[in-house]
């Protein structure tokens, strides 16, 4: 079945720990991208990806970092200097392929809920 | 002013009554437009999306877009309970790599 798989669904952090957080698609979907959401809030774009090793920031990237070595793969890291990282991460992916009609609809991985210990 | 607004809710509905989602935008070039659908827990399911004034109907769900008014509506007919859930309005605006996404509304129909 194709998809978008991310692990782990549960991740503790621990002070001054950095943590990475995996998302892998078998859509062959060029573009990734990574969004968080917090309770009773939307979701807000971290990093963005539309090619293989090249990647752009979001509206919230300072303390996360991002790598995209193949087309499939697109981790995201919470570093130390990500003071309030609890929430839930949702990776997601999009075909650039077929113009608007495609590139602009999202399919979404089931998430990693991040907490601090 | 919020790039997408939309009430938080809660709405709270019967069933086999109609639900009616609104969202506002902020960016009047906007030409595309999105529903999507969350339940609690899980991750955003795409439910509709609409590009052209008017109504675009799919089953039970019915969008209305007023680029004039800058709105998008998901109308719900006879819903259900399994239709309880927070549905999101997401925009892409103009200049921007990514959709926009509202706060989202959570939606209960009661039994």
């Known amino acids: 079945d194709g998809g978008i798989t991310q692990s782990p669904k549960y991740l503790f952090r621990k002070e001054g720990q950095n943590v990475t957080l995996s998302c892998e698609q078998n859509?062959?979907?060029?573009?990734m991208y990574w969004y968080r959401q917090d309770p009773g809030q939307g979701l807000r774009l971290i990093y963005y990806?539309?090619?293989?090793?090249?990647?752009q920031k979001g509206d919230i990237a300072e303390g996360y970092s991002v790598s995209r070595e193949k087309k499939e793969s697109f981790p995201l890291t919470v570093t130390s200097a990500q003071k309030n990282p609890t929430a839930f991460y949702l990776c997601?992916?999009?075909?650039?392929?077929?113009?608007?009609?495609?590139?602009?609809?999202?399919?979404f991985g089931s998430g990693t809920q991040l907490s601090v210990l | 002013q919020k790039e997408v607004e939309q009430n938080s809710g809660p709405l709270s509905v019967p069933e086999g009554a109609i639900a009616s989602l609104n969202c506002t935008y902020s960016?009047?070039?906007?030409?595309?437009f999105f529903w999507y659908r969350q339940y609690s827990g899980k991750s955003p399911e795409l439910i509709m999306s609409?590009?052209?004034?008017g109504d675009k109907e799919d089953g039970r769900f019915t969008a209305q877009l007023n680029k004039a008014s800058q709105y998008v509506s998901l109308l719900i007919r006879d819903s259900q309970p399994s239709d309880s859930a927070t549905y999101l309005c997401?925009?892409?605006?103009?200049?921007?790599?990514?959709?926009?996404f509202g706060t989202g509304t959570r939606l209960t129909v009661i039994p």
């Open positions: 997601a992916s999009s075909d650039l392929s077929g113009g608007r009609a495609t590139n602009e609809k999202l399919f």
């Open positions: 859509l062959n979907h060029d573009a």
């Open positions: 990806s539309q090619i293989v090793n090249d990647f």
């Open positions: 960016d009047r070039v906007s030409q595309s």
């Open positions: 609409i590009y052209s004034n």
């Open positions: 997401a925009v892409p605006l103009t200049g921007a790599n990514n959709l926009f």
